[in-house]
């Protein structure tokens, strides 16, 4: 029988912030909260930034070619987030984005692009970020 | 108490935001991870993973506790130094994984050169089914 839970907020019984799915093979849980993106984020880098679309972003900064920080509304419990990045650019240049180690924060964290071919900075069309952790 | 509930569909109060528990379940991430790269590996926060094995410069292996349901899920990594870059980071898949582990290489390109480095700053992300 097909079931429907109309709910605002889901909450652990033994420990608040942790809530077990079962997972697709029916045999192994995942936990719902660690599985969660706590953030995403799709910024178009060109021009005058602006975050195309996202989830729990408050503002992105432009620190010059091809280099943005993108500043998270709820923060982190730590800096040890994992964020994973990827940038693209309509010229067709090979592009790579790296996440800027030392400007971590609880809320910011700092990523670069690159063109593959001739290390200098470039403006990408698509600047994609997307962060698993502990919201603190 | 622990409980447990069965439902197919989850709405917020307003009967707004519908989402099917498959998707739940079929979109979170199953694995991910943040380490340091350089010296001996070590992870700073992760999720689902039991160890990770250092196979040489700029090639390592991430082992889980629970293992997916086959070879063929989505994994997806960026790396950094602590600095500014001066040349392209990249996350490649390699030819070592299984169920139960990740293989990938980060390689750092100077010019047109890309050559394996160890970075400081290093995220993954798995998404696909668990065994």
């Given at each position: 029988m097909a079931s429907l839970l109309k709910v605002d907020a889901l909450t652990g019984v033994t420990t608040a912030g942790s809530i077990s799915v079962t997972g697709e093979g029916n045999s192994t849980t995942t936990n719902l909260q660690q599985g969660l993106a706590k953030v995403w984020c799709l910024l178009n880098g060109t021009s005058t930034i602006a975050v195309t679309d996202s989830f729990n972003i408050s503002g992105a900064t432009d620190?010059?070619?091809?280099d943005y920080t993108t500043i998270a509304t709820n923060n982190f419990g730590n800096i040890t987030y994992a964020c994973c990045a990827t940038a693209g650019q309509n010229s067709g240049d090979q592009v790579s984005a790296s996440n800027?180690?030392?400007?971590?924060s609880t809320t910011a964290i700092r990523t670069q692009c690159l063109r593959s071919t001739s290390d200098s900075f470039l403006d990408c069309t698509s600047v994609e970020t997307i962060r698993m952790g502990d919201l603190a | 108490m622990a409980s447990e509930l069965r439902v197919n569909t989850l709405k917020d109060a307003a009967g707004n935001n519908s989402i099917a528990t498959s998707f739940v379940a079929g979109g979170s991430a199953k694995v991910w991870g943040h380490m340091n790269g350089s010296g001996t590996p070590a992870y700073g926060d992760s999720f689902n993973m039991a160890s990770i094995t250092d196979n040489g410069t700029g090639n390592y292996t991430q082992a889980f506790t629970s293992a997916l349901a086959n070879v063929s899920y989505s994994a997806s990594g960026t790396n950094g130094d602590g600095s500014a870059q001066t040349g392209g980071a990249i996350c490649n898949r390699s030819a070592v994984y299984a169920t139960g582990s990740y293989g990938f290489t980060t390689t750092f390109t100077t010019g047109s050169t890309p050559a394996a480095y160890d970075p400081s700053d290093v995220s993954t992300s798995i998404n696909g089914d668990l065994a």
């Open positions: 620190n010059g070619t091809g800027e180690g030392s400007a971590r | -």
